[in-house]
């Protein structure tokens, strides 16, 4: 009734029910157990040169003690081991940095790679997605190294063929969790191979005080705070436009005027013009004598300066036309750097339509054409959509304090920025912990950096009222 199937007998069949589909039994092949042996040693070889490539240090860490021990004797190998544990440990006590840069980072490296990253590779990559089942195989992108820093564990890792970029950074929330670290970023290290970074720690928790007036002048990069990785944040405002946006107590002022207290003394030195616009009446009044008569206040007197900077700019561009390309700050052409304190006011919630029409045009005007005659904006917002700043996009380097959506992340700092880690939506409203953090992406990179500007207190700013105006010694040789 019944043919010889592949694999197995007709009369091996199984069925409990008349209405119940046919179950086959596979046929079963017996491997030898001289096959299995074969194949189990090669497996153990095989790891064994694995570990040896992969992690020297460690694995002769281990094994020279064992081999003294078994050639001269217990006392001996003893001997050697006390010595592998004391003199690193000497050494960490004497110097730290060097401790930890050579051998420290390295060692936490290798337990987070085993005890972290390998042992949940798998399961966090197939419930994410990011791995494949197919046919009883898993595949899986390959880890491919993990380095530590004093902050955070970077991951590289070798995506599987035919994966692009945005199916990782749309998945960083599992990654985060599965690793058990509070973040994930995702960038790209080259073709093929992406850098993961997982945060340990966040060296952005304390404020951070005003830096010290710098000691000679200088249009920028001016230091206003540190970045993540501990090195110091410096933002350049000559030959750009930077727009600043954050919900209210985020620390927009801290950006603002750490940014003036850097410009200070090529402010003195003549090189550097400030142009202040202040319809808020609150952040920029209280170091007017900063700026002089470039101040205003009041939405006509704003509209005014703004088409003031647009003449001073055209002026320039007809002297410099066929002379040079880039601006170079002198007394007689000092770099002007016009800071609009809440733009919104000015461009959405005007009532006088005429003034708006004039605000934006001058804005337009001088974010297309002013960088390179050496005219610069500096621009603050609360509300970054579109409607509320329609040349937003004009601006090539911008900045996200903490924001209320998700959504207006990539309104701030362009799509998929917040998939790539920028977060600010996530940023704490606690003014101890949150105010001046943000997340910055720069005309040059895509990728967003975590930074977070000092915090310049009222008696910072009466300072620098005082060095600006004291007719003494120049501010170099007062400061040195």
């Not at 007998?9 to 046919?22: F, I, K, Y």
């Not at 987070?112 to 990253?117: E, H, I, N």
């Not at 997340?439 to 009466?462: F, M």
């Amino acid at each position: 009734m019944f043919k010889k199937l592949p694999g197995d007998e007709a009369q091996r069949l199984v069925s409990t029910t008349p209405d119940t589909a046919v179950v086959f039994r596979p046929a079963v092949v017996r491997t030898p157990a001289m096959v299995t042996l074969i194949i189990f040693t090669w497996r153990t070889v095989a790891g064994f040169v694995r570990l040896l490539w992969r992690h020297p240090i460690a694995s002769a860490v281990v094994a020279v003690p064992g081999v003294i021990w078994i050639v001269y004797g217990w006392p001996y190998g003893l001997g050697v081991v006390a010595l592998v544990l004391i003199a690193p440990t000497g050494w960490a006590l004497v110097h730290r940095a060097s401790f930890l840069r050579l051998i420290g980072w390295r060692l936490l490296a290798w337990w987070r790679l085993v005890w972290v990253y390998r042992r949940h590779w798998q399961p966090v990559m197939l419930i994410s997605g990011l791995g494949r089942h197919v046919s009883g195989r898993d595949y899986l992108p390959r880890l491919v190294a993990v380095r530590c820093t004093s902050w955070a564990d970077l991951v590289t890792v070798k995506i599987l063929t035919g994966q692009a970029v945005t199916d990782w950074a749309d998945r960083t929330e599992q990654l985060a969790h599965g690793f058990g670290a509070a973040s994930c970023r995702v960038t790209i290290a080259r073709s093929g191979r992406l850098l993961l970074t997982f945060p340990r720690r966040d060296p952005l928790a304390v404020p951070l005080s005003a830096v010290p007036i710098p000691a000679t002048g200088s249009v920028g990069p001016v230091e206003i705070g540190r970045c993540e990785d501990g090195a110091p944040w410096r933002l350049k405002v000559h030959g750009t436009h930077v727009l600043v946006a954050g919900a209210t107590g985020a620390g927009k002022g801290s950006v603002i005027w750490s940014t003036i207290r850097g410009l200070l003394p090529a402010v003195r030195a003549g090189l550097v013009e400030i142009w202040a616009l202040d319809p808020k009446l609150m952040e920029l009044s209280f170091g007017r004598d900063l700026f002089g008569d470039r101040y205003a206040a009041t939405p006509e007197a704003c509209v005014g300066l703004l088409e003031a900077a647009v003449r001073v700019m055209q002026e320039r561009a007809d002297r410099f036309a066929g002379v040079r390309r880039n601006h170079i700050p002198t007394v007689e052409d000092p770099f002007v750097l016009v800071v609009v304190d809440e733009v919104a006011f000015l461009t959405a919630y005007q009532p006088d339509k005429g003034l708006r029409v004039r605000t934006i045009a001058a804005l337009a005007t001088l974010t297309t054409q002013g960088r390179a005659v050496g005219v610069g904006v500096l621009a603050a917002l609360q509300d970054p959509r579109k409607d509320v700043l329609t040349i937003r996009n004009l601006f090539p380097d911008k900045i996200a304090l903490r924001l209320d959506e998700s959504e207006q992340v990539d309104m701030v700092l362009g799509d998929g920025t917040r998939d790539r880690g920028a977060l600010a939506d996530h940023i704490s409203s606690v003014p101890e912990q949150g105010a001046g953090v943000a997340y910055v992406r720069l005309e040059t990179s895509p990728d967003p950096i975590r930074v977070r500007a000092t915090y310049v207190s009222d008696d910072d700013i009466r300072d620098m009222v005082a060095v600006l105006t004291a007719d003494t010694l120049p501010l170099s040789e007062e400061v040195g």
